[in-house]
């Protein structure tokens, strides 16, 4: 069965960085995309960033505007892990980041999370 085990959140001061990993299982991950997403106090779950699997000209990623040029997303397909290197950390990133499996190609129902990490951003 399909199972994403993310680890390495944690308690980090303003401006400073952490990198979250998730272990995924179950699935051929070299051929799917990956997300990370955040949920924050009171707030629904957002899409943070995004990386396809690997086409001839490698991954494409994708990230939302509020951590563009602070995040970066990847993988290692041989590893079946994707990262997120979170640097210049704010406040307002305080949340419970997860790990995203999209694999409704195959009906609704196959969209994966993790169990999520929390990220806590002291000011």
């Known amino acids: 069965q399909v199972q994403l085990v993310e680890s390495g959140g944690g308690l980090v001061q303003s401006g400073g960085s952490l990198r979250l990993s998730c272990a995924a299982s179950?699935?051929?991950?070299?051929?799917?995309?990956m997300s990370w997403y955040r949920q924050g106090p009171g707030k629904g779950r957002e899409l943070v960033a995004r990386?396809?699997?690997?086409?001839?000209?490698?991954?494409?990623?994708n990230y939302a505007d509020f951590v563009k040029g602070r995040f970066t997303i990847s993988r290692d397909n041989a590893k079946n892990m994707v990262y997120l290197q979170m640097n210049s950390l704010k406040p307002e990133d305080t949340a419970v980041y997860y790990c995203n499996a999209d694999l409704t190609r195959w009906g609704p129902e196959y969209n994966y999370w993790g169990q999520g990490t929390q990220v806590t951003v002291s000011s």
């Open positions: 990386i396809s699997s690997a086409g001839s000209a490698g991954s494409i990623t």
């Open positions: 179950g699935f051929t991950f070299r051929t799917y995309a």
